[in-house]
C-alpha cells in the first residue's frame, strides 16, 4: 500500500490497524472543549510524526494516522478528512479552514476494475506556510508549494507551485503572492497594526 502499489483494504491487518486507530479517534473527537492540553498530548499518538504547537480541531479523521507528518505551528479547523493510505506531510504554519479534505487514496478508472476491490494510495506533499481555504479537496499525489493558498471550495488535482493563489475546480493557479500582498489582511483592506 505505500509503496503506491494496488492493494485490498481488507488484507494484511490493515482493518485492525484502522480499527486501532479509529478508537483513539473516538477518543481525540469526543474530548471536552476544554480539554486541549488532552487533545495535544494524544495528537502524537495518533500521527506519525507531530510538530510543536499543532491544533487539530475536533472533529478529525484518518485512517492509519501513522502515515501523517505534521510540522509546527499548525492549525486546522473542524471536520478535516485525511486517508492516509499514502504518506501525507505537512509543513511548518499551514492553516486549513473547515471541511479539508486529503485525500491519498484512489480506485482504478474503469468499473470492472473498481470491482476487483483494488485500491492505491499516492503521497500528498503540503509546503510551509501553506493555507487550504474551507471545502478544499486536495487529490492522490499532489504537492502544494510553500506559501501558497489555495482559494474555498477548490479541487486540487495536480501540483500547484509556491507562493500563488490557485483556486477553482479543477483548481488553477490565478496570480502570484507578491510583497505588494503585505500590506493587505483581506482584499484591498490594509492593516493600520506595525506587528504582523
Not at 504554519?93 to 484512489?106: D, E, K, Q, S
Not at 496570480?175 to 490594509?190: A, G, L, M, N, V
Request: aromatic residues 10%.
Amino acid at each position: 500500500m505505500l509503496a503506491g502499489l494496488p492493494y485490498k483494504c481488507w488484507l494484511d491487518g490493515l482493518p485492525q490497524e484502522q480499527l486501532e486507530n479509529k478508537t483513539k479517534l473516538y477518543d481525540y473527537n469526543l474530548s471536552r472543549p476544554d480539554e486541549e492540553q488532552k487533545r495535544a498530548a494524544m495528537l502524537p499518538k495518533i500521527v506519525g510524526k507531530c510538530g510543536r504547537n499543532v491544533t487539530i480541531l475536533p472533529p478529525f479523521r484518518c485512517d492509519y494516522g501513522k502515515n501523517i507528518t505534521l510540522g509546527d505551528g499548525i492549525f486546522i479547523n473542524y471536520n478535516c478528512v485525511m486517508l492516509d493510505v499514502a504518506p501525507i506531510t505537512i509543513g511548518d504554519y499551514c492553516f486549513f479552514g473547515p471541511n479539508v479534505c486529503l485525500t491519498a487514496a484512489g480506485h482504478p478508472i474503469h468499473p470492472l476494475s473498481r470491482r476487483s476491490g483494488y485500491e492505491y494510495g499516492a503521497p500528498i506533499t503540503i509546503g510551509h506556510d501553506v493555507w487550504l481555504g474551507a471545502n478544499v479537496v486536495v487529490n492522490p499525489g499532489v504537492t502544494i508549494g510553500d506559501g501558497t493558498v489555495i482559494g474555498s471550495g477548490s479541487v486540487v488535482t495536480k501540483d500547484i507551485p509556491s507562493n500563488v493563489v490557485a483556486v477553482g475546480n479543477p483548481c488553477r493557479v490565478l496570480r502570484p503572492i507578491t510583497d505588494k500582498d503585505r500590506k493587505f489582511y483581506f482584499k484591498d483592506k490594509e492593516f493600520d497594526v506595525t506587528d504582523y
